[in-house]
């Protein structure tokens, strides 16, 4: 290296400067493995479903819990369509935005892979990377909030009619 660097002179200004870009570049990758890696756990550690689409429907990404709720492995949900498992959901970006659409939570009946439905809160937005449109679904199992709210609603129509009897005996 001695006798490289002395034969050229100003290499060692121009070596300095490429060792800096090398460090910056390890740098920078490795801080993009960390983020990857903290949005990975993030995302395979939510209790909520969440799934992506790709603009012809077909999932392309589900975490644990989109596996649980829709009775299905993961990796099985891959390629095919969200239609399976949320009959009702359309995928239709008709604000033409780049900056993507972002629909209010609603809710919808999901289809689990033995058949079955479930009631479900859904969160839809949908962006543009890279000239490609995806969509990201978050999905709530909502059944224990509708048996909640059906036993609140037994309950008051118990009590309009044990009210109604006692003003009758009154």
Not at 7 to 36: C, D, H, T
Not at 42 to 67: E, P
Not at 123 to 146: H, L, M, N, P, Q
């Amino acid at each position: 290296v001695r006798e490289y660097v002395e034969k050229k002179p100003g290499f060692e200004r121009q070596l300095s400067a490429v060792v800096q870009r090398v460090l910056e570049r390890a740098n920078l990758e490795r801080e993009l493995m960390e983020s990857r890696t903290r949005l990975a756990s993030i995302i395979s550690s939510a209790r909520d479903a969440i799934v992506t689409s790709n603009t012809n429907g077909q999932i392309t990404l589900a975490n644990h819990a989109a596996a649980r709720l829709f009775g299905a492995p993961a990796n099985a949900t891959l390629g095919k369509p969200i239609s399976d498992f949320l009959p009702g959901l359309r995928l239709a970006n008709s604000h033409g935005s780049r900056s993507g659409v972002h629909l209010d939570p609603f809710e919808m009946e999901g289809r689990k892979q033995d058949g079955s439905v479930c009631p479900l809160e859904v969160s839809v937005s949908s962006d543009e990377i890279a000239g490609e449109r995806f969509y990201t679904i978050i999905a709530r199992d909502i059944s224990a909030r509708k048996q909640a709210e059906a036993d609140l609603r037994a309950t008051n129509e118990a009590l309009a009619r044990a009210n109604d009897d006692l003003q009758q005996f009154a």
